[in-house]
């Protein structure tokens, strides 16, 4: 596999604690992307017809202003994109006043107090997709925990959050799979389609996270998991 660097800022290198993630993709044969292009993510997710979502507002590039204080992943087979993810700095309140602002029909809870301290650095993430022909190839958990290892290896942040649809299956994925810490309800949208987290028919939404200590002290657990 090869590494692609095109953002400004952030470097991708293997070593010794996500070494596990990029000898899995050179056994799919895949290349890994990192950059800052948010005019060509959300070209390459609004075209794609098996993108459940509308584009998550937060990277629209006509309100991000100050791009390079996040990252855009593609995983690559030869010139073809079959997975992307996107993360950047917020704190969560920001998150929470947007969707009160940007939304209408939504009831919107306070935020877990685990996600209130404002001396810590967040990251977001969301904008995850995965090519159907290329799903059951743990490709969406590899690309995850490749963006983890980016925002507390490599950023130095101190925590990373997402907000997901609640179904029968979505919790558990984020927690067992995703090795997010913990799993709230956040908010409700009665009439659903929440960019990057939500379809038409999905109202009810949690906000999931991790810190960094939390993640490194499951780092040899995630590595037996996804060896």
Same mark, same amino acid.
């Given at each position: 596999?090869?590494?692609?660097?095109?953002?400004?800022?952030?470097?991708?290198?293997?070593?010794? $604690?996500?070494?596990?993630?990029?000898?899995?993709?050179?056994?799919?044969?895949?290349?890994?992307?990192?950059? =800052?292009?948010?005019?060509?993510?959300?070209?390459?997710?609004?075209?794609? +017809?098996?993108?459940?979502?509308?584009?998550?507002?937060?990277?629209?590039?006509?309100?991000?202003?100050?791009?390079?204080?996040?990252?855009?992943?593609?995983? @690559?087979?030869?010139?073809?994109?079959?997975?992307?993810? #996107?993360?950047?700095?917020?704190?969560?309140?920001?998150?929470?006043?947007?969707?009160? !602002?940007?939304? $209408?029909?939504?009831?919107?809870?306070?935020?877990?107090?685990?996600?209130?301290?404002?001396?810590?650095?967040?990251?977001?993430? $969301?904008?995850?997709?995965?090519?159907?022909?290329?799903?059951?190839?743990?490709?969406?958990?590899?690309?995850?925990?490749? @963006? @983890?290892?980016?925002?507390? +290896?490599?950023?130095?942040?101190?925590? =990373?959050? #997402?907000?997901?649809?609640? !179904?029968?299956?979505?919790? $558990?994925?984020?927690?067992?799979?995703? *090795?997010?810490?913990?799993?709230?309800?956040? *908010?409700?949208?009665?009439?659903?389609?929440?960019?990057?987290?939500?379809?038409?028919?999905?109202?009810?939404?949690?906000?999931?996270?991790?810190?960094?200590?939390?993640?490194?002290?499951?780092?040899?657990?995630?590595? =037996?998991?996804?060896?």
């Amino acid at each position: 596999m090869a590494i692609i660097n095109n953002h400004p800022i952030r470097k991708i290198e293997v070593d010794n $604690s996500n070494s596990y993630l990029f000898n899995y993709l050179d056994t799919q044969k895949l290349d890994l992307e990192v950059h =800052n292009d948010w005019s060509g993510l959300k070209s390459l997710l609004t075209s794609k +017809d098996d993108y459940p979502y509308s584009f998550d507002p937060c990277f629209d590039p006509t309100s991000f202003q100050e791009s390079t204080n996040g990252f855009s992943l593609y995983l @690559k087979d030869g010139d073809r994109v079959v997975a992307t993810y #996107a993360a950047r700095e917020q704190h969560p309140n920001f998150i929470k006043e947007g969707l009160s !602002n940007y939304y $209408s029909n939504t009831k919107i809870e306070n935020l877990p107090t685990s996600l209130t301290p404002t001396n810590l650095r967040y990251y977001y993430s $969301s904008c995850q997709w995965v090519d159907t022909e290329y799903l059951g190839r743990r490709i969406g958990v590899t690309l995850d925990l490749i @963006k @983890k290892h980016i925002i507390f +290896d490599w950023v130095g942040a101190d925590c =990373n959050y #997402a907000i997901h649809k609640v !179904n029968d299956t979505m919790i $558990s994925y984020h927690t067992s799979k995703l *090795f997010y810490s913990d799993s709230q309800y956040f *908010f409700t949208k009665s009439d659903g389609d929440v960019g990057g987290a939500g379809g038409s028919n999905d109202t009810d939404y949690n906000i999931a996270w991790t810190y960094k200590n939390a993640f490194d002290n499951k780092l040899q657990e995630i590595q =037996n998991t996804y060896p």
